[in-house]
């Protein structure tokens, strides 16, 4: 079976590569980084312009109709580049959880608005600390309206669009919870922007009160429908992720060969070569597990949980490792705020705990074996 992507999609990655060297240099990334801009708007409207914000979206609702595969090649020059927009909560979550559970209405109304980037959307889950569960879910909803805190929201400060996880029963099981569509100018929220690990992906508490709301997917399917929403952000983060390790990896090479130490390239010592050595084989298993998931996720494959699963769990190891074995390289200088190693080790962070924390996905995994071999 070949995992690789096919030449049109290969293409697809180089045109990606060459728009974001010209228009998301590492300078580009530190004015959102120092500033006070929640993102790159620039760089947010020539995403549009490009297609890539609508490249997994139907040609009916305003995308390009391409599909999956092409979105992980996207989300691969994304992580490489660090790309400063809310490309993650729009189109991995937001957009996702439309296609999945929408109505047509409600298909027809945002993701046109979402393809063409006049519309940021999020996923409102977590309340605090802790993993996805129903039981951590306290936000209410009643007659049509929400009451209730989310933090951290991915984006949350700058969303246009909000597709929330609230409580609409008591009995303690999973159907008690349902997914709801917000329009964040409606009214009825408020946002603050919070402090976070890595300010070019920001993060916001929501507070709902007496906020109108819709009903997304049938009541009582909120939890089934995030479940697939999460696995399929899954993949494709873990493609943001093996973009940022390969990117990492070439950054610790490059300087390796370049710093001069005892009269020698540094990359010619032995510390050296096997630590580089370890980057490359975390981010080629990375890699190799990802297209796995691409697959699964592209084919709507029933081994799309377990794959899902591995490719977070092996990605997120991979860039966590490769940022941090990059400052390692460099030395005294990766620590510095003028080096752009720390602002790989930010967004490797941020992405490992986003959609779930690495302990939560490998119980996920165990589980979800589990249960298949049972079967």
Known sequence: MNFDFSDDQKQLRDQARKFLAEKCPPKAVRVVLDGQAPYDRALWKGFAEMGFLGVAIPEEYGGAGAGHLELCVIAEEVGRALAPVPFSSTVYLAAEALMLAGSDAQKQAWLPKIASGEAIGTLALFEGTGNPSPKAIKVEAANGVLNGTKKPVADGAIADLIIVAARTGSTGRDSDISLFL??????????????????????????????????????????????????????????????????????????????????????????????????????????????????????????????????????????????????????????????????????????????????????????RMRKRNAA
């Open 182 to 367: 917000v329009d964040a100018k409606a009214g009825g929220v408020e946002a603050k922007a919070l402090t976070n690990l890595d300010p070019t992906r920001g993060q916001a508490e929501l507070t709902f009160k007496n906020c109108k709301a819709e009903p997304l997917g049938a009541a009582g399917e909120g939890w089934s429908i995030l479940t697939e929403v999460l696995d399929r952000a899954a993949v494709l983060t873990a493609f943001e992720q093996v973009g940022g390790s390969d990117r990492a990896l070439e950054m610790g090479r490059d300087y390796a060969l370049d710093r001069i130490a005892f009269g020698r390239p540094i990359g010619s010592f032995q510390a050296v070569k096997h630590m580089l050595a370890d980057m490359y084989v975390s981010a080629t298993l990375a890699r190799s597990n990802s297209y796995y998931g691409a697959w699964a996720l592209s084919t709507n494959a029933p081994e799309l949980p377990e794959a899902a699963a591995s490719a977070r769990i092996s990605a997120t190891q991979a860039f966590q490792h490769c940022s941090k074995n990059n400052i390692q390289v460099h030395g005294g200088m990766g620590f510095t705020w003028e080096f752009d190693c720390h602002m790989y080790y930010r967004r490797a962070n941020a992405l490992a705990l986003g959609l779930g924390s690495l302990s939560y996905w490998e119980d996920q995994l165990i589980d």
